[in-house]
């Protein structure tokens, strides 16, 4: 359980750092460049870990999905990227793969 939970932060972290590096201007902008740089450390250090107990490919894509997901939520809620019912239907199929992966471990 705990690799998955280690999974699951780093994917969280994955949408942060997707996003201050977006964020960063070409990493121009001194705030978001140092949570960009923190963010995909702490990240890639969770999924390293995680695949130590989980398949490589079910841990990437599950890290993946969260990271995309979260990243294509968050954007479309502040408004930085339009929104319609059918790109929250496929934000929800990714969430449903990546829910589904984790069910058939």
């Given at each position: 359980?705990?690799?998955?939970?280690?999974?699951?932060?780093?994917?969280?972290?994955?949408?942060?750092?997707?996003?201050?590096?977006?964020?960063?201007?070409?990493?121009?902008?001194?705030?978001?460049?140092?949570?960009f740089g923190v963010s995909v450390?702490?990240?890639?250090?969770?999924?390293?870990?995680?695949?130590?107990?989980?398949?490589t490919g079910t841990a990437y894509?599950?890290?993946?999905?969260?990271?995309?997901?979260?990243?294509?939520?968050?954007?479309?809620?502040?408004?930085?990227?339009?929104?319609?019912?059918?790109?929250?239907?496929?934000?929800?199929?990714?969430?449903?793969?990546?829910?589904?992966?984790?069910?058939?471990?």
């Amino acid at each position: 359980m705990l690799p998955w939970i280690v999974l699951t932060v780093s994917g969280l972290l994955e949408a942060v750092w997707a996003t201050a590096l977006g964020r960063s201007d070409g990493f121009t902008r001194p705030v978001p460049t140092t949570v960009f740089g923190v963010s995909v450390v702490l990240s890639m250090v969770g999924l390293a870990w995680a695949m130590r107990d989980l398949p490589t490919g079910t841990a990437y894509a599950v890290w993946v999905g969260i990271g995309a997901g979260l990243t294509v939520a968050y954007e479309m809620s502040t408004g930085a990227e339009p929104w319609s019912i059918v790109r929250i239907l496929l934000v929800l199929g990714i969430v449903a793969c990546v829910v589904g992966l984790k069910l058939t471990h």
